[in-house]
């Protein structure tokens, strides 16, 4: 199945993505001030890196569910056998990783989301997006 190999790349991908944006912003936390005029442009940039890893992580999450379930009903038309018959741990194993693989997409998600409540805040006048008014 070529759908769980890819998916073992596209979330090791992801997982080196979500540590270099720890990074920057560890990194940017004690460098304030200084790169004032690229912060614009690297806030959209993070915006749409966020998105494209949402999307194609939850891509490879869907192929790889649609392959375990060819595994688990079999195929007669292209001759398939049932993998779970016979390989029971394998299908809850796989089972258990695109579940994680389905919740590790939603926190991207919510980061996403709040990677764009920050590009978005810069263009607001101050009273438009404030949580709770004084």
Do not use: H
């Amino acid at each position: 199945m070529n759908a769980l190999k890819i998916l073992v790349y596209v979330t090791s991908a992801a997982a080196g993505y979500n540590m270099l944006q720890l990074f920057k912003y560890y990194v940017s936390a004690y460098s304030r001030g200084k790169f004032k005029g690229s912060y614009i442009y690297m806030a959209w940039i993070s915006l749409l890196l966020d998105q494209m890893a949402v999307y194609i992580t939850f891509a490879a999450n869907s192929a790889a569910l649609e392959g375990s379930v060819v595994a688990i009903t079999g195929s007669e038309t292209f001759q398939w056998m049932k993998v779970c018959n016979r390989f029971t741990r394998f299908c809850f194993q796989i089972g258990g990783a695109v579940l994680c693989g389905y919740v590790a997409s939603i926190l991207m998600a919510l980061i996403s989301i709040m990677s764009t409540y920050k590009v978005f805040r810069m263009y607001s006048p101050k009273w438009f997006l404030r949580l709770k008014s004084r």
